[in-house]
């Protein structure tokens, strides 16, 4: 699903104009990632919870020379889905 369609889908669903659910679906993801950048975490009761989890420093190789590559540390963004959206899915 593209964003366009997802923005259509909520606006039926809530009953907004096409121009409502797309600033309410880019508020959600202004917030969402403000959030996670801060290193909180975001649940949301039935549907899942939006996280961060460190990444540690690590070696790696370049698969075409064998090259011992250093892989950086980095922040990612985890998402756990919650019991109701794993039972809607299956």
Do not use: W
């Amino acid at each position: 699903m593209k964003k366009v369609e997802l923005v259509e889908a909520i606006a039926e669903n809530a009953g907004l104009t096409k121009s409502d659910a797309t600033k309410a679906l880019d508020a959600f993801i202004a917030v969402v990632t403000e959030t996670l950048a801060k290193g909180d975490k975001i649940p949301l009761v039935g549907f899942g919870t939006f996280a961060v989890s460190k990444r540690a420093a690590r070696e790696g190789r370049n698969p075409r020379t064998g090259e011992t590559v250093k892989i950086a540390a980095r922040n990612a963004v985890t998402f756990k889905p919650g019991s109701a959206l794993k039972d809607a899915v299956n």
